[in-house]
């Protein structure tokens, strides 16, 4: 996957925790070092994310995004 933003901190996958419309997802990318994001459960369907998986938080501006 090729990104034009910078901020890319690969990690695993400690947490999703699916809400009505909104699935959040934590990432560790470094020991303590964990980011959370806030996605559609759509997304967080399509991307099959799952504790222990891997996965890449993906910062930009004020947005935290999730790939694969």
């Known amino acids: ?3 034009s933003a910078r901020n ?3 990690g695993t996958i400690t947490e ?3 809400g009505v419309t909104t ?3 934590k990432i560790e990318v470094a ?3 964990v980011f959370t994001s806030a996605i559609t459960n759509e997304s967080a369907e ?3 994310l799952a504790v222990g998986g891997r996965a890449v938080a993906v910062v930009k501006a004020s947005d ?3 790939g694969v």
């Open 1 to 3: 996957m090729k990104l």
């Open 8 to 10: 890319q901190f690969a």
């Open 16 to 18: 999703v925790r699916k």
């Open 23 to 25: 699935t959040h997802v």
């Open 31 to 33: 020991p303590g070092v």
């Open 46 to 48: 399509e991307l099959g």
């Open 64 to 66: 935290v995004m999730v």
